[in-house]
C-alpha cells in the first residue's frame, strides 16, 4: 500500500505557473540562513577587511557569470539575461558604498555590515507593492545570501543536492535554484510565495517543469515522506492523492496527450477557417534563438521581436549598433520570406538595465512612467543608434518597425520624424535600406485606443498589446496578488476598446495585429479573428493549438459570436461564452 493510500487526501489551491501535470514525493527546501557574526576589527586590520569584501564581491560575480553561461547555453541568451539582473546588484553603488562606510565607520565585520544595509533595502523593497520592486528583492536577496557564504566561507544548499527524483517545495524559488537544477530530478516545482512572472518560474516554464506558486504555507504543511500530485494548469496541489484522484488525473493526461498529438498532425495545413477564410499566425520573440521553434510551428513570421532582450544581455554598457544589427539581422535573415516586426525599445517598468536606467531614478509606478517610447524620444543616441541598427538590418529581409506605448498622436508623429533623420543619415552614407519599410504602434494604452483613428492616418499597421492594455484599461497591476483577481480581459470596457481599434484601422485600411497573450489564449482568439484581426502573435508553442481552433470556425459562427458577447455585460457570463464557443471546437 503506497502513502497516499495511508493518508487522507488534501487539496491546495495557488496559482497556475508553469503548465504540465507531475506526481512524485516531496523534496521539501527550506534554505539555511547562515549566522551573522558581529564583532570589532582592530584599526589595523581594517584594510584587511575591506578587501575581504571586495574579494567576496568579485568570487559572487564569478559564480553569477558561471551560472549564466550554463543558462545561455541551456537555455539560450533570453534565459540567461536573467542573471544580468543579479550583476546589476553586484554594481548598485547604494548597496555596496553604504557597506563599505558602514565597515568605515562602525569598525565592525564585513558580513554584519553588508547583512545590515542588505536587509534595509530588502525591507524597504518588499513594501512596495509593485511588481518590478518585487522581483528586486528577490534578486537582492538571492546575491545578498551569495556574498553572505562567500565571506563566511560556506557553500550554499542549493538544488543540486537533490539526487533523486522529486517534486520540489519550497517557500520561494531564486533564479540561481532554477539554473542548479537538473531536470531529471525534478518532476514539478511548488511555492508558498512567488508569481506567475517571477524570474524562476519564468525559467521553469523554459526548462518544461510544472509549477504552482502562491501557496501560502505550503513547506510547512507538507512532510518529506509526502506525495505529490501536482497540476500546473489549475494551479492546484494534491497532497496524498486518493487513488480516484491519481485514476481521473491519468485519463486527464491520456486525454490531453492525445489532444497534442491531434493539434500538430495540422501543423502543415493551410491557415484557413472552414470556410476558406484566411488567418494569419506570427511569433512573439527575443532573437534568433526562437527561430527554431518558430519554424517547427510553422509560424508566419515575427509579430513582435522585443529588442529589450539585446539590450538587457549586457547591464553594464548599452550594445552598439553593430551588436545591435548582428542581432536583428540574424533574425531577419533567419526568418526570410516571412516578415520581422521589430519593437523598438521598450525598457522600463519591469524590464531593467543597469547603464540606462540609474538607481537613484527609481520610480514609484514604473509601469506608468518613464519607459518605451517616452525614454527613446528623450534619449536621442540610444534612439538613433537602434534605429540606424534596424534599418541597416531591413535590407536583408521583410522587416517593420513598431513604436510601442504610443499615447497621443504627437509621439507618434516625433518618433516618425526621428526616423526619418536616420533614414536621411543612411542615406548620405550610402549604406542600404528598405526605403519604404513599414511604421507602426503599438496600441496599449486607452488614449491611444480612443484615439486609434487619428493615429491610423499617420500609421502603416496597428499592433494591440492586450497585456497593457488590461492592465491600464482597469487600473489594475496584474503582478499584485491584492488585485490580479481584478485583472479581467473579459471586461466590457476592454472589449469595447478593443473593437473601437479594430474598427477605426479597417476604417484607414490599416492592418491590425495583436501580440499580447489574449491572442495565444484559445478562448479570445476566435473573438480577435471575428472582430477582423488580420494577424494573432504569440509565443511558438501556442500555435498549433488556436491553428487547430481557427479551422474548425466558419464567418457565421463568428458573427454569431461577436453578437452575444457583445450583448452581455456580465465579465463571467462573457468568459463562459468565449471558453464554451473554444471547446466546443477543441474537441
Known sequence: MTDSETKQEVKLQGVAAAPGVARGGAFVFLRNTPEIPRYIIPPERLNHEIQ?????????????????????NRLGEAQAGIFDAHLLVLDDPALIDETLSSINGSMLNAEHCFHTVAEKYIAFFSKIEDEYFKERVVDIRDVSQRILHNLLGLSPRTLADLTNRRVIVAEDVTPSDTASLETGHVFA?????????????????????PAVVALIDASKKIAPDDFLLVDGYAGIVYVN?????????????????????????????????ADRRAFSLSANVCGAEDIDALKKYRANGVGLFRTEAVFIKNQSRIPDEETQLAAYRALVEGVAPATVVIRTLDIGGDKAHGALQASEHREENPFMGFRA?????????????????????????????????????????????????????????????????????MIEIPAA????????????????????????????DRGNERIAHLYEPCNPAVLLLIRHIIVSAKKKNVPVSVCGELAGDPAFASLLFALGADSLSMTSGAIPEIRYLLRRTTSAELEQLVTQVYAETNPQKISAILKDFAVERLK
Open 52 to 72: 575581504r569584501f571586495e574579494n567576496a564581491l568579485v568570487n559572487t560575480r564569478a559564480q553569477i557569470s558561471q551560472l549564466r553561461e550554463t543558462v545561455a
Open 189 to 209: 516545482i511548488i511555492t508558498d510565495a512567488g508569481n506567475r512572472t517571477s524570474h524562476a518560474v519564468i525559467m521553469a516554464r523554459s526548462l518544461r517543469i
Open 241 to 273: 492523492p486518493s487513488p480516484e484522484t491519481l485514476s481521473r488525473y491519468e485519463e486527464l493526461e491520456r486525454e490531453h496527450d492525445e489532444f497534442n498529438r491531434k493539434v500538430l498532425r495540422e501543423t502543415d495545413l493551410p491557415d484557413l477557417a
Open 373 to 441: 517610447i517616452r525614454f527613446c524620444l528623450e534619449n536621442k543616441s540610444v534612439f538613433r543608434t537602434q534605429l540606424r541598427a534596424v534599418l541597416r538590418a531591413s535590407a536583408f529581409g521583410k522587416t517593420k518597425i513598431m513604436f510601442p506605448m504610443i499615447s497621443s498622436l504627437d509621439e507618434l508623429l516625433q518618433a516618425k520624424a526621428f526616423l526619418r533623420q536616420i533614414e536621411d543619415e543612411l542615406r548620405a552614407e550610402n549604406i542600404p535600406f528598405d526605403e519604404k519599410i513599414p511604421v507602426g504602434a
Open 449 to 476: 485606443a480612443i484615439c486609434a483613428e487619428s493615429l491610423a492616418e499617420h500609421a502603416d499597421f496597428f499592433s494591440i498589446g492586450t497585456n497593457d492594455l488590461v492592465q491600464y484599461t482597469l487600473a489594475v
